[in-house]
């Protein structure tokens, strides 16, 4: 008999599969679901609000300061959005061996290229030009995250055009990562800020993670023409809702839940 395991790929669980195929841990969302991804979010923004105490971002000189500190935060937010994005283009590799017909087949060929061995390589060769699909799948819209600091509404990934050119403060990254002395002017606040907004921006717009921080966001009750609508505020950044460093907010899908008279007839406005 054949041996039924998770069809989430480099899963090898095979207890408790839900109808459609997979574990627990994968059908939670993995580790979006279990709030992994969140915390080390957490910890990273909270070392960046303890920065700012000391050199505040309103500075517009101050945006070019560079220091070990900033340099330990772009490593790490980077870190943390490669395997955020991996992750995530992982759940779509999955699904094709699923649902062929409406999943993502570039994804799946990038995965199953096979190295000069005829081995397949997996996700070895993955770059980050490889998850440019996914810009397409969470809608990036012109500026989506406001930066309460700065007061102005910025995109960390508005730059990001196509698989050949990331975004700057990927190139940064990269600079940081191999380029060591001479590339510690990139170590600067601004590419500090765009880095760690890209991991939370990718917090906001992911099914499963989102749910972590939602519960950060209220709603308000207006009254129009005989109906009542919940409409639910934008999402802040979770170290603190009141005095929050970013604010993500998105007009896609339409973020109110309009009610009718009877309560049976509940639906979400489109």
Known sequence: MLETKCLFIECKETDNLNKNGYCLFHSNGGNFGTGETYEQYQIIENDFINYIKYVPLNEPNHLKVYSPILRDIILRSCVQIELFLKEWALFYCSEYKTYPPFANKKIWKEYNKCDKEGII?????????????????????????????????INPFDDWKDEKNPPS?????????????????????????????????????????????????????????GKIELEYDPITSPINNKKYLFRFESSYPNRKIELANKIDSVHRSI
């Not at 998850?131 to 809608?139: E, G, R, W």
């Open 121 to 153: 390589a997996g996700t070895k060769s993955w770059k980050i030009g490889t998850y440019h699909f996914l810009k397409q799948k969470f809608y990036p819209e012109e500026n989506p995250i406001f930066v309460r600091p700065l007061n102005e509404y």
């Open 169 to 225: 403060w990927w190139k940064a990254y990269n600079l940081i990562k191999h380029g060591g002395q001479s590339a510690k002017s990139s170590s600067n606040l601004k590419n500090a800020l765009l880095s760690l907004s890209a991991l939370f921006y990718l917090h906001c717009v992911n099914d499963y993670s989102k749910q972590y921080l939602e519960k950060f966001s209220s709603f308000h009750i207006n009254s129009r023409f």
